[in-house]
């Protein structure tokens, strides 16, 4: 087939929020943690005056887990080293004295976003940082991104502020955080999508991630013997989604890692279907652990699996604590052979869709993770294909 030479949709990846990255400590390449050590220590030397140091790339798997110890004796001020998964960081002392939820030094999910938001560049550092982030992905290839989770009216004011000086280099759908639900500039930011920006839907983070141990699942986790976490229950769920869908975000997006979250989510969704609500659209973001029984339920729902070929990576370091259930990690080939919709995006590990079309046809582990360059690339919502 030919690739048509226009763009890529990245239907799952956080620009407004990443882009901090450009000026905190990105560590992210390095192997072992003692060259993450050493690169800390260069990034503290060339921005001495900073009250708060974050750096991102923490990977538990070629870094372990770094002691308190080492992360005190880096810097006297606040150091927040954020999880390749964003969900958790780990904290010297001086930042868990300025952040609760710290259990150990380790803070995760309902805490951690906290932090997360606590800590975001605001509108006018988000006017500078979103451009330059946005040069970044055009390069990629993107030119169409589903922000994940906009949890600030300053992401959402950078947004319109850019698109209305005719800066927003890269068409932009949001959506949100449930904690913007209450603020009345929410309502009219949804009533009034500008030529580049719009917001659609609520984000609502039903578990977490495998690398933290917080994805929900059936099965205990092999090493720590426990089975994740749900941060709603099926009732919050539903009375989220119906309150965002009164404001006009027409289209729920929840997060699901684990195969009891993704159960989770069916049940949510069936219930507000069985209220009356039409649930075809509706986003289940990763979908990573599928159990086959629940495909023919997304198939009946409409309901839309946003996924990551490049969680693939998953398969070379969490045998440790899924074991066979490995096998239930995006399941491609039985959910497009059941007539599902799938939608690809990169969650930005990495940005950009190169590395996940390499894993979704060249390093599956099964047949069932397995799919062809053209699925791929329609997964991707390269125009013109679907
Ligand atoms: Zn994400």
Redesign the pocket.
């Given at each position: 087939m030919n690739i048509p030479d226009s763009g890529y949709t990245d239907h799952?990846t956080?620009p407004s929020s990443r882009c901090r990255i450009l000026t905190e400590c990105d560590a992210r390449a390095a192997a072992t943690w003692d060259e993450a050590r050493t690169m800390i220590a260069a990034h503290i030397v060339a921005n001495p005056t900073r009250d708060l140091y974050v750096v991102h790339g923490w990977n538990q798997s070629t870094w372990g887990t770094p002691a308190q110890a080492d992360l005190d004796a880096l810097t006297d001020v606040g150091l927040v080293v954020i999880n390749v998964s964003?969900h958790g960081a780990l904290l010297n002392t001086a930042a868990a004295e300025k952040f609760p939820g710290t259990i150990g030094h380790l803070v995760s999910e309902k805490d951690f976003e906290e932090l997360a938001i606590e800590t975001l560049p605001k509108c006018d550092d988000l006017l500078v940082a979103i451009p330059k982030y946005h040069e970044y992905l055009s390069t990629l290839g993107v030119v169409s991104a589903h922000d994940?989770?906009v949890a600030t009216m300053d992401q959402i004011d950078a947004y319109r502020e850019l698109d209305r000086r005719g800066e927003l280099a890269i068409d932009t759908t949001a959506f949100v955080n449930a904690r913007l639900l209450d603020d009345p500039r929410l309502v009219e930011a949804v009533a009034n999508p500008s030529p580049r920006f719009r917001v659609a839907g609520l984000k609502l983070f039903l578990d977490g991630a495998i690398g933290v141990h917080t994805a929900f699942v059936t099965e205990p986790y092999l090493d720590t013997h426990g089975h994740g976490m749900l941060r709603h229950s099926k009732d919050e769920c539903v009375a989220l989604i119906k309150k965002s869908l009164t404001l006009g975000l027409a289209t729920p997006a929840i997060h699901a890692i684990g195969d009891a979250a993704v159960a989770t989510v069916l049940d949510v969704y069936e219930e507000l279907k069985a209220d009356g609500h039409d649930t075809r659209g509706w986003r289940i973001?990763h979908c990573e652990m599928v159990r086959p029984n629940d495909i023919p339920r997304i198939l009946a729902l409409g309901a839309v699996p946003v996924m990551q070929p490049n969680f693939h990576w998953d398969l070379d370091h969490y045998g440790d604590r899924l074991g066979d259930n490995l096998r239930l990690i995006n399941p491609f080939r039985p959910l497009l052979d059941a007539g599902v919709k799938i939608l690809f995006g990169s969650?930005g590990m990495p940005e950009g869709p190169k590395v996940g079309i390499e894993y979704a046809m060249n390093r599956a582990r099964f047949p069932e993770q397995q799919i062809t360059l053209e699925e791929t690339l329609i997964a991707y919502g390269i125009t013109g294909l679907d």
């Open positions: 799952h956080h964003y994940m989770h973001e969650d």
